[in-house]
């Protein structure tokens, strides 16, 4: 079967292709590894080319197939000439096609040896595209090209790219107009986080975006549990870049409940985070030899020396609140 499978892509009808293109996608893991891969490669890519969106979907389902769980095969059709044609197709009508060229530019950007190769093909601008979307843009388009931006961030070689694609804007705006606690702004923070977190000059745009801050504020208080995990990270290495500069823009935005509340309900890192940014908040100088004697009496003095700070009913509780469970 696999011979004439192979035989069809080749010199096949366009529905003799897309037969084969088919039946390679169905292939057992056993007979992909007896077909010769490198002989049905070029004719599946040659079928990306293609103007019948049956004969593209085919070519990309089996293309997915024979890169699932392998890093060879992934490798193999990058070398192809893939990538071009892969990034024509996410402009053109077909929703089915888009999405599948996403599924497939995520799984390939998966493998190592394909980021950079990816990253500087003109991928990161168009997949930044799909961030923010439009009103034909599905959620599992965003999602994907998120994890796929999220799989490049992963070598530092491309965080330039990534950084000067503008896409930090879109996934701020992106947490801005959605529910904060949706799977689609937990993935965007986290994503916003990596590409932070590996570039100052990245740390430095997104603080200087309008509303970032309070952006970042909303999901402390609004968000999912690693959606705060991700903006408490953020936020504490905005201090810790520039406490001068960022403290006072912090605090401004009515940061304290949301980040006590975090500090005693959070994840074990970001109560961590929390913690670790209520000292930054603090008007004190000696911060880096103190940040591990933080306990409850450092807690009651943080909202003591908060200056400007105006306690409310509610802050006052959640200290309360706070040190009694540390005390537990």
């Known amino acids: 079967m696999e011979k004439e499978v192979v035989e069809n892509l080749w010199n096949g009808d366009t529905e003799s ?22 002989a049905v490669m070029v004719p599946l890519v040659s079928m990306l080319h293609s103007e019948n969106c049956q004969v593209i979907e085919a070519a990309l389902c089996a293309l997915l197939s024979l890169s699932f769980g392998s890093e060879r095969n992934k490798i193999r059709i990058i070398k192809t000439g893939a990538l071009p044609v892969l990034l024509s197709l996410l402009h053109c009508d ?14 390939l950007s998966s493998c190592k040896a394909n980021k950079v190769a990816i990253a500087s093909s003109g991928a990161v601008q168009v997949l930044a595209e799909f961030v923010n979307g439009n009103g034909s843009t599905s959620t599992q388009s965003q999602l994907d090209a998120i994890a796929t931006l999220y799989n490049l961030t992963t070598c530092q070689e491309t ?18 107009n959605s529910v904060k606690s949706s799977p689609l702004a937990e993935k965007a923070i986290g994503l916003l986080e990596n590409i932070v977190s590996s570039s100052e000059s990245a740390l430095c745009e997104a603080a200087g975006t309008g509303g ?15 959606s705060k995990e991700h903006a408490v990270c953020i936020l504490l290495l905005l201090c810790q870049s520039c406490r001068k500069k960022y403290r006072g823009l912090i605090l401004t935005e009515g940061v304290m409940p949301g980040l006590l509340q975090l500090s005693v309900d959070g994840t074990r890192r970001a109560k961590s985070m929390a913690r670790e940014l209520l000292l930054l908040l603090r008007d004190c100088s000696n911060y880096s030899s103190r940040r591990k004697q933080i306990n409850h009496e450092l807690i009651e003095r943080i909202m003591e020396e908060i200056e400007g700070e105006k306690l409310t009913d509610t802050t006052l509780r959640l200290v309360e609140e706070m040190i009694a469970k540390l005390n537990a």
């Open 17 to 38: 292709q897309i037969q084969a293109a088919m039946k390679l996608g169905r292939l057992s893991r056993k007979h992909r590894h007896n077909l010769e891969v490198s």
């Open 94 to 107: 077909s929703r089915t096609v888009i999405q599948l060229t996403l599924a497939a530019m995520l799984t």
């Open 159 to 176: 965080i330039p790219l990534i950084v000067s694609s503008g896409v930090m804007i879109s996934l701020l705006e992106l947490i801005q």
């Open 212 to 226: 970032a801050i309070k952006i970042l504020v909303e999901t402390i208080e609004d968000g999912s549990l690693l």
